[in-house]
Structure formats: structure tokens, C-alpha cells
């Protein structure tokens, strides 16, 4: 099958084996896929992941040990595949599982492929009112709704969203809809533009300028992708606030605990969410996804969709393979 | 009066000006004094500290604006001394305003005096049965009550407490009182062996040797008081678990803070706590301090306190000042 391989250098091949589902697991053909920051920085050396990237994506089952009820389902899926069966699974933290592996970032090959496979406890059905353009984005929703999974947003809380990237953006829809006074500080016009004009307000800044008038936050998600983004949501929040830590990126950070330690911040690492809840979302149009596209390429146009999905301010890139793929079978 | 004055290095001067305190505020003959870390940090930089250290204290109110309920008093004191009218302190974060000063660390001349000023409204009387070696442990023991504040630690949490310092054996005895499986890991055998003869599991470790077998804790509470403990403590924490940063030291640490967003850990940064609720566990003799005393030295060997205490392996060095002060008007 075609696919999208990354071994130190990101490499399109013709001829790449489709994979072979295992026990309780499913193959899906991948009908569309999503270009997350974490791709870009799995090919800076992150997780030192060599094999087919990509964790956002839509796609209808090919195979599946229930047949009848799953295949030609069209699917998204939880990219965490656990062992269901260690200490970690058994007390319900299943994306934890020390043995598993993660679609597109460890373990195992991911969605810049024509065929992926994951359990089929993994898979979610997506309603047919959803486009596979607003569908791609329920992994990334998800990952904005663990917020709420994971500490209490006060409808009185003053919270601010550090970072207007593409997961910042989604944080921000989130979080607004706990009624919260919310503000988003960004880099980028245009992105933040998106948000104003859903009535949340927004503060632009240029690199580096120091961030004045703007403080002492009960919450603060730190979502800029950046080593640098965390002494900077440190700053903002107040005595025994709480700073959520969304970014992931290659290599570590000179952070000053101590000064966390002084006012008694709680820093709270976040992930992969709940893909059930934002597939409500979605479903009920609270949350504007379609905002948040920037272009669609076609699948063999992929490398120059990361390039795209690499300029400054780039918005989601995404890859479309609906109409190209062949039968697994033929591949 | 006599104090140990930090001024870039530590000098004992005896003529150094007796504090006048301001509204609101009681004068304190010292009786006794205890040296921290965080003292020891002091003189390496920490805080940009000028003046008269020392935060741990038994006193005797020696004048206060209600002379008749507090003059004669014997007392600790919380070493926050807020403002008590803007918003954090409203919001009952007193020991976070931002216009406080802290005793002996910041603002404030502290208790490596004759005498210091404190706010009545942070003063705790010593019940009779209490003695100065023992009451002076009030305020790091409700730094370590602080956690149980902050967190809640189930009796069937796996807890361990990384360090076995002044501080960290404190913890332990506070944290060993929920009935939690507890695990100390340290350097110093001598002070482990007071834990072990509490029944407290102990685990010693050479510097820089790795920790085998021992991992997955609930929740770890980080009290080395060196910028690598927080490495070890994020290896030891188990997924979605609690590790409360209890270390304050000079400088900024290289920390990896995208493996506590990967396994979604709580960072929750501890400091001083509730100084009644420590009062009460010493006089229900519930935690043992005197184990903890390594010597205590008159006054004016107070350097030479200082020298012991920065030993290696080194418990509590205390300070006598009972037998030595003169009245303070005639300072």
C-alpha cells in the first residue's frame, strides 16, 4: 500500500506492506487524516519514532472479528492500544497501559497509510451527520476535553489558553463552554480572529514581548507547543492556581519548580481525551471545527501538506485518501 | 541586640537594631530557634536575601497591642505576614499575598535575633506540656501537614517520600498517619534507621545509584531539596499519580515536563501550612521531633550551628536564646 514513512526523513513509498490485524483488532481504510503538531515533532527526533506517522484520522472498517458489526462502519479511534489486562488497564487507565502502543507515534504504524489497524475496542462509529472533515478532528477534541476530565473548570473561573495553534483553538471552544471568563494569548491574528468571532476574547502578542495587564488566572493551559511556554503560564496563574500542561516536545525544559513550589501551583499534565464525549460535541455543533482547516491535500500530495502544515500560523492541514485507495486485498 | 546578619556571607553582630513593630504587630523575645535548608539556601542566593534569616521559632510575646491577652505569651508563629485586605488575601490565601513579607526569608529580619516582629494575627500560643526543642518544630512540621492540606492521601495510597531530610522525615511521620503504604527513600541510614524504628518502610540508596524495584507510587512527595529529585520523583510516580514538590533551592532544574503531560502526572508545589493542626499532632505526641535534633548550640556559637548543619546527613541544629537575652529596652 502507499504510505508515508518516516525513518529519520519523512518518505513517501509506493509499496509499503498493509498491516496485519491482530487478535480482537481491525483493518481500517483510512479516509482521511489530520497533520498534528506532534508530527512535526516526532520528525524532529520525538519518541524516536520510525515508521508510518499519523493519529488523526477517519475510516471505515475493511475487517473486523465481529463482521457484521463493524464492517463498513465508518470510524474514528482511541490511538492508545493497551494490553487490557496489567495492573495499569485493570484500574481504568487504559491509555496508560505500559505495553502499549500508540498509532502513529509508538509501536505502532499510524494514518499517513492506506490501511491502519487498532483494537476494536478502540473504535468509535461516527454519525452520519458528521463530514469526515469535522470527524478527523475528534482525536484533538478529545485531547481538549481530558481538561475537563481531569480537573474542575468553575463557571466563575478566570481561565487563560496560552497558545493559539490548533490545539489551543480547540482547548479554548472547550473551555468556553463551561461559561468560564476565558482568555486566549496568541501569536497569530488570524487564528485568534476565529475565536473573537465566537465571542471569546483574545490577546495578541508579538514573540517575546512581555505580557502586561494580563495575570493572576485560577487556570492556565499551557498549549503553545514550546519549552518556553511554561515559565510563561507560571507567571500568569495565581497563588494555588492550576497550569495545564498540553504541550508536547522534543526534549526538556530549564523550568524553575521552585517558584511553582513558593505559590503552590498544581501543574497538571494532559493528554489523549475522551473520544465519545467530542464526538458529542461535534454532533451537537458546539464546537466549530471547520474553522480550524486550513487546506485539504490529496494523499500523494502529503509531504508538501507537512510542509504546509509546518509554516508559522498554519491551521489544520489535512490529507484526504477517499477516493484513492484500492481494495486492501489488491494492495 | 545580638543577631546573625546575611549580608553575602554570615556575620554575628552585636549591635543590631532591636525591631519596633508596626500596627498590629507583637515584639518576640526569641527563645529558640531552628536552621532549615531553606536557610542554608538563603546563603546561597536563594531569595536575594538581606538581613536577619531564621523562620523557625518558639518566642515570648514581649509587648503586643492587646498586652493583657498576649504579652508573657510563649509562641510560634506562621512566618506569612500579610496584608489582609487585598483580593488573595480575601480569598483566603493569606500566606500567598503579594505585599507579604516572610519571616526571615523575605522583607522581614527573622529569628536569629533577640527579638522579632510578627503580626499577632499569626501567632499560636505553645501549650505548657510542649518544650522549646519540641515547639520549635511547629512550623516545618505544618509544612509537611501543608500535604495532607493540599491532597488527599487515601489509606490505600502507595506513597512515597523521596529524601530524608529535616523536612522529608517530617513528611513522613505526617503522611504515615493516614494509614497509607509508605516508602522512604534515602541516603543517610541513620536518619532512615529513625523512620524504620516507627515502623515506617525505609529504602537507602547510594548517591547517583538507580532505584530498582521500586516504582508506581500514588503519589511521591519530592524532599531532597536538590533540582534532581524532581527527575527521579516523575520515574517513580505511577500514571495520573500525585508528585507534590516540597523542594525550594537556588536556581532553575532541566526538567522533562512533556513525560508528566505524557503520563498526565499532577505536579503539586507545597510549602508552609497550618500551624494549629501541627500544635495539636505534637501535643498528641503523634509525631516524634526530638529523634530529629542532631545538637543545639548557644547563641553566639550560632556560626558555628550554621557550620554543623551543612554536614552531610546532618538533623535539625537548634539554637538556644532563653537563658542569654536581656530585656529589649535595654538592647
Known sequence: MRALLLDGELQFVEDYPTPTPAPGEALIRVRMAGICNTDMELVRGYMHFRGVPGHEFVGVVERAPDAEAWEGRRVVGDINAACGVCATCRAGRH????????????GRDGAFAEYLTLPVANLYTVPESLSDEVAVFTEPLAAACEILEQIHVHPTDHVIVLGDGKLGLLCAQVLALTGCELTVIGRHTQKLDILTRMGIATVHVEHDAPL??????DIVVEATGHPDGYATARALVRPRGIVVLKSTYHGAVEANLTMATVNEITLVGSR???????LRLLERGMVNVTALIEACYPFDAIRTAFTHAGQ??????????????????ES
Request: charged share 15%; proline share 9%.
Open 272 to 278: 489523549c481525551g475522551p473520544l465519545a464525549a467530542a
Open 212 to 217: 502586561e495587564g494580563i495575570q493572576g488566572a
Open 312 to 329: 508559522r500560523g498554519a491551521r489544520k492541514v489535512l490529507v484526504s485518501l477517499a477516493a484513492a485507495a484500492p481494495p486492501a486485498d
Open 95 to 106: 491509555t496508560h497501559c505500559p505495553q502499549r502502543t500508540t498509532l502513529g507515534i509508538s
